[in-house]
């Protein structure tokens, strides 16, 4: 009942990223019997499209679920693409009415999509996120801190992390979209850092800090990955208008296949009946890469039917809407599109979509082995902990201060809960300091002997320790109040005390603030996202259900 | 910047003598402290390069992130009940240093319930840990009761008895994620047997600014020269006042609540 077709995509239409999309392609409309084909483009998530099409043992997935609700069947067919870009000429010519896009790809495609009512594009389905698929390398760079200002290669499939860390650091970086950022990369004088596949990323590093042999590129070195970012870039599904109009059950239909597949796949990969050659032979082209194809599964996390119906929510954190009209704003700042662009967001009812789900929920484990996390924490210096920030807010308060009130802070707590929601992978450090004003006034004015200057920084930690759990307890209520869902796992608490003083220290003593506002500076939390990609210890599986 | 990192020669030169004359020490015993002109303030540069207590310490011990009471006060006592704490001298009113020593302790404890309390002790040629920390009425009594139990009998292990409380503290702070204050409470003449100077541990202690023990005396007239009366390590209380113990395991100052422009300037903070 299915076909499949893997199609090597003419080497025209891989030309470029935006060159690619856009380039002028004929435009035709869908007919209502418009057959339904599924795109498939070489990434982890379509491993489960291409899994539902196994029939070797009876009758696939897709065979079993694709039928309207009223029982009709219908065939569907799938069509593989060496590319993101490579679809939109199939897509224009209604040769496929679906395209495998990202969110910040909807927004590149606009101006071709979007120019005739035909063609504008419906978002359907939610594939889930990169969770560790795509990497950021550096060349003589060791940590994001050195992103600010600087420069940063993607291409349209990536797009959306950098824009994410973009509007993380102090100063926006240029973005610059391009074919092959891995080529890019590699040539002299090029961008200090890149986003890319994990494997591409490996080879340019040569696992560790690049050469420049084998193709890796000197001084290179892997700076965070999606495992720690891993609510930025996410895979979908969108519908050529006319087709959902003239055929909704359809596509009614092959959303309700898709989340069966979903369900199937995760029970099958259980129990080791995927074919990975298949596999790999259907979305990668080449049955010999059965590994490279684990690879891309292991790097990806699909969401469920509850994270459908999130995604679908215009006020839920990571919704379709709220990474697009983010994203938007970010790319008209970089100068990528001269305008938001409106776009339709998902249209489905997908409760009702639901109902062959074996189980609904999507049950939350703890991410995070919070002891183990608290403990790396404390053993970093702070140059490592600095290193290893991804994205931070600080917040201020009054001397001896030990209460948060929301009314003051209600901005900076939705701002680290965003970004608690986005890094999903990374540890949130709530970190505390203390002023050292006091204390040096009791070191130098005052001659405090060595035991009493100990019991006054253990005293002071202890402050800030408590200010932390405070804030952790604002934060969660924040969260509670706002309708998130916070995993508490990812939180920990650092009570810095006067350890890391805002002026440095001059010879082992916190250097005294020179002005008032340092003063004030200097009793602050911040709410740091701390990649932990090196701490394996920290992290307790992913979810199973 | 002109920072007096050594600040405390002519006040510890004067100490020493006043309290020299007080108690005479052998060699061995002394535990003699190194010179004031090595004591630097508290090298706060280096709190976070070390980790206190040991991760590795009791990995199985939860830490203060899901403890009940991260921030308790820890208060082990070494008791020297020691042959030599039978004598008379420096024992104000009390008929001799362990009378004194057991009044000052009773008089402590009952004032302070809320906190964790242990108890090591050495009498009789056995060094015991009697109680190790916890809190309650329970506790308390049975500690009491232990205090009231020792006769100064025999030798001096005090390096021994004040590491058995080191480590029962460290497990605890390791418990509490090294939050909260610990303290060990050292009661003694300071006559150390042959071998259990406690100066090594004093400075093991004392000299790692992330090691967040604090190291009192009660003491019975203590050289200042002995490790156990060395202000740039130790809080020093002397037997004969023990209402100022309370006050010196309290006194804290907390974050300045003003911006004094006139201390704006490391320069004059230093002077």
């Not at chain 1, 679906?98 to 389905?125: C, E, G, Y």
């Not at chain 1, 100068?335 to 062959?356: F, K």
């Not at chain 1, 200097?522 to 996202?529: A, G, K």
């Amino acid at each position: 009942m299915f076909r499949t077709f893997i199609l090597a995509a003419n080497a025209a239409l891989l030309a470029s990223v935006t060159p690619a999309f856009s380039q002028d392609t004929p435009v035709r409309d869908c007919r209502a019997d418009t057959e339904v084909t599924l795109p498939m483009v070489p990434t982890g998530h379509d491993a489960i499209v291409a899994h539902a099409t196994d029939d070797l043992m009876g009758p696939s997935i897709i065979d079993r679920f694709s039928k309207t609700e009223t029982g009709d069947a219908f065939d569907v067919a799938t069509r593989g693409f060496e590319s993101y870009e490579a679809q939109l000429p199939a897509y224009l010519a209604c040769e496929t009415p679906f395209m495998r896009v990202t969110h910040a790809q909807m927004s590149l495609l606009a101006d071709q999509t979007q120019a005739q009512n035909s063609t504008r594009m419906i978002p359907v389905f939610f594939y889930g996120w990169s969770n560790g698929a795509d990497a950021v390398i550096g060349r003589g760079v060791a940590s994001l801190q050195a992103l600010s200002g600087s420069a940063i290669l993607t291409d349209s499939a990536r797009l959306d992390l950098a824009l994410q860390l973009a509007s993380d650091a102090s100063q926006s970086p240029e973005i610059r979209v391009v074919d092959d950022p891995a080529a890019a990369f590699s040539q002299p004088g090029a961008a200090p850092f890149a986003i890319v596949s994990t494997p591409r990323g490996e080879v340019l590093t040569a696992g560790d800090v690049g050469t420049g042999a084998e193709g890796s590129v000197n001084g290179a070195r892997e700076i965070i990955t999606t495992t720690s970012a891993n609510r930025v870039n996410g895979d979908l599904l969108v519908v050529r208008s006319d087709f959902f109009e003239q055929s909704p059950e359809k596509v009614r239909a092959t959303v309700r296949t898709l989340l069966k597949a979903e369900e199937l796949f995760r029970e099958d990969a259980k129990k080791q009946i995927v074919d990975f050659t298949r596999t790999a032979e259907l979305v990668l082209g080449d049955p010999a890469l059965e590994d490279d194809m684990r690879d891309l599964w292991s790097g990806v996390e699909t969401v469920g039917l509850a994270g459908q119906i999130e995604w679908a929510t215009p006020t839920a954190a990571r919704s379709f809407r709220a990474l697009v009209n983010a994203g938007q704003t970010r790319m008209v700042e970089a100068g990528l599109i001269d305008q938001a662009i409106p776009l339709a967001g998902p249209e489905l009812d997908y409760t009702s979509l639901g109902d062959d789900i074996w189980d609904k929920r999507r049950v939350q484990t703890s991410s995070f082995d919070q002891d183990a996390a608290t403990a790396a924490i404390q053993a970093m210096s702070n140059e490592e902990i600095t290193g290893n920030t991804i994205a931070e807010v600080t917040i201020l308060f009054e001397p001896n201060q030990a209460a948060f009130p929301l009314a003051i802070y209600r901005k900076e707590f939705e701002e680290a809960l965003q970004k608690s929601k986005v890094y999903a992978g990374g540890v949130l450090s709530i970190e505390a300091h203390a002023s050292y004003l006091g204390y040096l006034r009791g070191v130098l004015k005052q001659g405090w002997e060595p035991p009493r200057q100990k019991r006054e920084i253990a005293s002071l930690r202890n402050t800030s320790t408590a200010r932390a759990l405070a804030v952790r307890d604002a934060l969660i209520s924040t969260s509670n109040e706002l309708g998130f869902t916070i995993d508490e796992s990812q939180i920990t608490i650092n009570g810095r005390g006067i350890e890391d003083p805002l002026g440095g220290f001059c010879n082992d003593l916190p250097c005294p603030p020179k002005t008032e506002q340092e003063w004030r500076e200097s009793r602050r939390v911040v709410f740091r996202v701390i990649g932990m990609e090196s701490e394996a210890e920290v992290f307790t599986p992913l979810n199973d259900w | 910047m002109n920072i007096t990192k050594y600040r405390h020669l002519s006040l510890a030169l004067a100490s020493s003598l006043a309290l020299a004359g007080c108690f005479g020490e052998e060699e061995d015993n002394s535990g003699s402290a190194v010179s004031r002109a090595d004591l630097p303030d508290v090298a706060v540069s280096r709190l976070g390069q070390s980790v206190w207590p040991p991760i590795s310490l009791d990995q199985d011990l939860p830490f203060a992130s899901v403890g009940t009471t991260p921030f308790a006060e820890n208060n082990m006592i070494v008791l020297d009940m020691s042959g030599s704490m039978g004598e008379p001298d420096c024992s104000g009113d009390y008929a001799n240093r362990s009378e004194a020593a057991k009044q000052a302790l009773f008089a402590w404890l009952s004032a302070n319930p809320g906190d964790n309390v242990g108890l090591v002790s050495f009498s009789k040629g056995n060094i015991e840990l009697n109680s190790p920390l916890g809190r309650g009425e329970s506790h308390s009594t049975n500690v009491v009761n232990s205090i009231k139990s020792l006769e100064p009998k025999d030798g001096t292990p005090l390096l021994s008895a004040m590491t058995i409380a080191r480590d029962e503290l460290e497990k605890q702070a390791a418990r509490q994620g090294g939050l909260g204050a610990y303290r060990m409470i050292v009661i003694t003449d300071g006559e150390a047997s042959r071998g259990q100077n406690p100066a090594p541990l004093v400075r093991e202690i004392a000299d790692n600014p992330s090691n967040m023990i604090e190291l009192h005396t009660i003491g019975f007239c203590i050289g200042g020269n002995h490790a156990l009366n060395d202000p740039g390590r130790v809080f020093y209380t002397s037997a004969t006042s023990p209402e100022d113990l309370r006050a010196g395991l309290d006194a804290t100052q907390g974050e300045a609540n003003s911006f004094d422009a006139s201390t704006i300037s490391f320069e004059e903070l230093s002077q």
